[in-house]
Protein backbone atom coordinates (compact mmCIF):
# COMPACT_ATOMS: atom_id res chain seq x y z
CA UNK A 1 0.00 0.00 0.00
CA UNK A 2 1.13 3.61 -1.15
CA UNK A 3 1.54 5.91 1.76
CA UNK A 4 2.27 9.61 1.21
CA UNK A 5 2.86 11.99 4.78
CA UNK A 6 1.10 15.26 4.37
CA UNK A 7 0.45 17.75 7.63
CA UNK A 8 1.31 14.82 10.21
CA UNK A 9 -0.84 12.52 9.04
CA UNK A 10 -0.68 9.13 6.50
CA UNK A 11 -2.80 9.55 3.00
CA UNK A 12 -3.04 6.36 1.36
CA UNK A 13 -2.70 6.57 -2.58
CA UNK A 14 -4.40 3.14 -3.03
CA UNK A 15 -7.46 3.65 -3.83
CA UNK A 16 -6.47 6.50 -6.35
CA UNK A 17 -3.98 4.24 -8.34
CA UNK A 18 -6.39 2.10 -8.82
CA UNK A 19 -8.95 4.50 -10.23
CA UNK A 20 -6.28 5.85 -12.50
CA UNK A 21 -5.41 2.12 -13.58
CA UNK A 22 -8.72 1.43 -14.28
CA UNK A 23 -9.27 4.76 -16.30
CA UNK A 24 -6.18 4.01 -18.30
CA UNK A 25 -7.61 0.33 -18.90
CA UNK A 26 -10.73 1.88 -20.50
CA UNK A 27 -8.64 4.25 -22.49
CA UNK A 28 -6.98 1.87 -24.03
CA UNK A 29 -9.65 -0.44 -24.74
CA UNK A 30 -11.67 2.68 -26.71
CA UNK A 31 -8.65 3.51 -28.49
CA UNK A 32 -7.79 0.01 -29.59
CA UNK A 33 -11.26 -2.58 -29.36
CA UNK A 34 -14.44 -0.27 -28.62
CA UNK A 35 -14.27 2.67 -30.99
CA UNK A 36 -17.89 3.24 -30.83
CA UNK A 37 -17.59 4.09 -26.45
CA UNK A 38 -18.28 7.75 -25.03
CA UNK A 39 -15.11 9.45 -23.18
CA UNK A 40 -17.80 9.79 -20.46
CA UNK A 41 -17.52 5.98 -20.12
CA UNK A 42 -13.85 5.95 -20.02
CA UNK A 43 -13.23 8.43 -17.64
CA UNK A 44 -16.06 7.37 -15.61
CA UNK A 45 -14.09 5.69 -12.49
CA UNK A 46 -12.15 8.47 -12.50
CA UNK A 47 -15.57 11.06 -11.79
CA UNK A 48 -16.43 8.32 -9.06
CA UNK A 49 -13.38 8.51 -7.46
CA UNK A 50 -13.64 12.59 -7.45
CA UNK A 51 -17.01 12.57 -6.99
CA UNK A 52 -17.09 10.41 -3.72
CA UNK A 53 -14.11 12.45 -2.46
CA UNK A 54 -16.29 15.49 -3.02
CA UNK A 55 -19.03 14.18 -1.00
CA UNK A 56 -16.84 13.21 1.47
CA UNK A 57 -15.38 16.96 1.99
CA UNK A 58 -19.02 18.64 1.56
CA UNK A 59 -20.27 16.40 4.35
CA UNK A 60 -17.33 17.10 6.43
CA UNK A 61 -17.94 20.98 6.19
CA UNK A 62 -21.85 20.85 6.47
CA UNK A 63 -20.70 18.56 9.97
CA UNK A 64 -18.64 21.07 10.94
CA UNK A 65 -20.76 23.97 10.23
CA UNK A 66 -24.23 22.67 12.00
CA UNK A 67 -22.37 20.33 14.71
CA UNK A 68 -22.42 22.45 18.28
CA UNK A 69 -19.25 21.59 20.78
CA UNK A 70 -20.42 21.62 24.04
CA UNK A 71 -18.54 23.96 26.35
CA UNK A 72 -16.18 22.59 28.87
CA UNK A 73 -16.95 22.83 32.48
CA UNK A 74 -14.09 23.71 34.60
CA UNK A 75 -14.20 20.80 37.38
CA UNK A 76 -13.00 21.65 41.06
CA UNK A 77 -9.79 20.09 42.20
CA UNK A 78 -10.15 17.23 44.37
CA UNK A 79 -10.45 17.27 48.03
CA UNK A 80 -7.04 15.34 49.17
CA UNK A 81 -7.35 16.17 53.05
CA UNK A 82 -6.91 12.77 54.81
CA UNK A 83 -5.57 10.83 51.57
CA UNK A 84 -2.20 9.52 52.14
CA UNK A 85 0.74 10.72 49.47
CA UNK A 86 3.00 8.40 49.85
CA UNK A 87 1.99 6.09 47.25
CA UNK A 88 2.88 8.49 44.44
CA UNK A 89 6.36 9.51 46.37
CA UNK A 90 6.78 5.47 46.73
CA UNK A 91 6.69 5.16 42.67
CA UNK A 92 9.08 8.27 42.35
CA UNK A 93 11.52 6.90 44.42
CA UNK A 94 11.31 3.08 42.80
CA UNK A 95 11.21 4.89 39.22
CA UNK A 96 14.46 7.40 40.13
CA UNK A 97 16.51 4.19 41.80
CA UNK A 98 15.56 1.71 38.67
CA UNK A 99 16.49 3.99 36.32
CA UNK A 100 15.14 4.39 32.58
CA UNK A 101 14.04 1.80 30.58
CA UNK A 102 12.54 -1.66 31.58
CA UNK A 103 15.77 -3.44 31.25
CA UNK A 104 18.32 -1.45 32.65
CA UNK A 105 21.16 -3.14 34.68
CA UNK A 106 20.91 -0.10 37.22
CA UNK A 107 18.97 0.03 40.42
CA UNK A 108 17.41 -3.34 41.61
Known sequence: MTTVRVWGGDVHLSGLFLFVAFTALM???KLTVFED????RVSLPLFVFVGFNAAYIICGFIYLSVATLPEEVEADPPDLD???????????TFSMRRGPGRNSRRGC
Open 27 to 29: AAL
Open 37 to 40: WSWW
Open 82 to 92: GVDSSHPMCAV
